[in-house]
């Protein structure tokens, strides 16, 4: 059985999970006390990721590091339909990972803000914001004009990809880094899709999506 | 920056910085209190000094944290007898910003109308949303809120449990930003599991919430307890952060409560006849 070196409270462990549940894979937590302790950067952590981040997957003889390739891995490897990291057109897969990279600065942003705000870390929390919100308003921008085409996901097709998973966890959590998502309203119906996605599964700070209609 | 406090109360009273266990020795760190920039840091085994400026704040080291007071100390530091019960496993589960007053987070703590909603399979679980009559009281003596008689459905109420159980919980508020919890505790029916809430009023309408787990548990590691306590946290996180205003009313007009909050009455009105000002917004005269 496949292992995730896994912290609850961290929105790049949480995508992992999410996957993992969406497809049914079954898995084991291994949790890392990202914070107070600081596990990951301890050395015992080190020699499974020298980066020193999470989160980490284990699946047989791999160890695979780094949240977006960690989905590229499981949508390629155990998602039959291969709706999720679809291979076969260059251009949505050139799309695709176009917005995994966005979804790095999402985290570095986002992310950072909440850090700042929750467990006290010495960064920018300000400049952290002013880039979040930057971001969000591309996103939401591409969002409201995929609506526009009657298309409900980041990447156009009829399904949805990696990029919304990768996306997701640090904009559902942006208010705890003080970033209202008040101007977003196509983010805001986003988000309410990939709640309804099957096998969805919520972590600390994020809530499932309301009775439908 | 968040004007500095004036108000007489609250700064007399003893407030938590930080886990003993979590200060770098050697590493001066910077915090805030009541609006107030200080910095505390620690030379060598539990030596902790506080300053504020060039002046040093006293301090007590109580319940696995730091405590300092920027005025002058109104009383000492509430009992927490359990806290030296020698087969209890004490846990300083984490501290945590969050963007609320100090008294609405103790509010929150006081609900266990939120369980279901907020902590669904584990404090709670539709269709269990009953949050049956219980008892408070003000123990004038000790100068503390009591409440008593509570009880609630939890699937797993704490790390070490397997299984739901009816939860007895006791609530004391023995200090404006401090609550206690004593419940059921899973693996044995004759104690009572801790939990305490400290929260450090870092301006008006913000915290670091600092929490204490004092349990009879041999099975769970501390990381699996600290983990348990971080995700209840990080669960009640949005729900703290989206109440408004953000501080809390005392004024009884101001909000209306169901029976449910009889312990929340209480401790407005208790607020209101200490005249605390901080993180709360006064009853018109």
């Known amino acids: ?213 | 920056m968040s004007p500095v406090c004036n108000d007489p109360v609250a700064l007399g009273l003893w407030h938590p910085l930080a886990a003993v266990e979590d200060i770098q020795p050697f590493t001066e760190q910077r915090t805030r209190l009541l609006g107030q920039a200080i910095r505390y840091s620690k030379n060598h085994e539990n030596d902790i000094t506080v300053l504020d400026g060039d002046r040093r704040l006293p301090v007590t080291l109580a319940y696995g944290y730091v405590w300092t007071c920027l005025g002058t100390p109104a009383a000492a530091l509430f009992d927490l007898p359990e806290y030296a019960e020698p087969d209890r496993r004490n846990v300083c589960a984490a501290t945590v910003g969050v963007r609320v007053s100090a008294p609405r987070a103790v509010e929150n703590f006081l609900d266990m109308g939120h369980f279901p909603f907020v902590h669904t399979g584990i404090l709670g679980v539709e269709p269990h949303t009953e949050v049956r009559e219980y008892r408070v009281d003000l123990d004038e003596q000790r100068d503390e809120i009591l409440a008593t008689e509570c009880i609630f459905y939890q699937p797993q109420a704490a790390a070490g449990a397997s299984g739901g159980i009816m939860a007895d919980y006791i609530y004391r508020v023995p200090h404006p930003y401090c609550s206690v919890l004593y419940k059921s505790c899973p693996t044995d029916e004759s104690r009572l599991d801790v939990i305490a809430l400290f929260l450090q009023p870092v301006d008006e309408e913000n915290v670091r919430a600092h929490a204490l787990v004092s349990v009879i548990d041999t099975q769970s590691s501390d990381l699996d307890i600290r983990l348990f306590q971080q995700t209840i946290f990080g669960q009640d996180k949005p729900i703290l952060e989206n109440q408004l205003p953000k501080r809390l009313p005392l004024d009884p007009r101001a909000e209306t409560p169901i029976r449910a909050d009889k312990a929340a009455i209480v401790y407005r009105r208790w607020l209101r006849a200490k005249g605390l000002q901080y993180g709360v917004i006064p009853a018109a005269a």
Not at chain 1, 119 to 124: C, E, P, R, S, V
């Open chain 1, 1 to 213: 059985m496949m292992t995730l070196y896994d912290y609850e409270l961290s929105g790049n462990c949480y995508k992992i999970r999410l996957l993992l549940n969406i497809l049914g894979i079954q898995y084991r937590k291994q949790s890392i006390e990202f914070y107070p302790a600081a596990e990951h950067r301890k050395e015992e952590f080190l020699a499974i990721n020298p980066l020193g981040e999470l989160p980490v997957l284990q699946d047989g003889d791999l160890t695979l590091r780094d949240s977006q390739a960690i989905l590229v891995y499981l949508a390629s490897e155990y998602d039959t339909a291969g709706n999720w990291y679809p291979l076969l057109n260059p251009r949505t897969l050139a799309e695709v990972t176009q917005w995994l990279c966005f979804a790095n600065a999402i985290t570095a942003s986002a992310s950072g803000a909440r850090l700042v705000d929750g467990f006290f870390y010495n960064l920018d929390g300000d400049a952290c914001r002013a880039d979040a919100h930057r971001l969000f308003r591309i996103l939401d921008e591409h969002l409201w004009f995929q609506e526009r085409e009657r298309q409900d996901w980041i990447v156009t097709g009829t399904a949805p990809t990696i990029a919304d998973i990768a996306c997701f966890p640090y904009v559902i959590l942006s208010e705890e880094g003080g970033i209202s998502r008040m101007d977003y309203p196509a983010i805001r119906r986003w988000t309410d899709r990939i709640k309804r996605i099957p096998g969805f599964t919520v972590m600390p700070g994020v809530f499932p999506a309301g009775p439908g209609v």
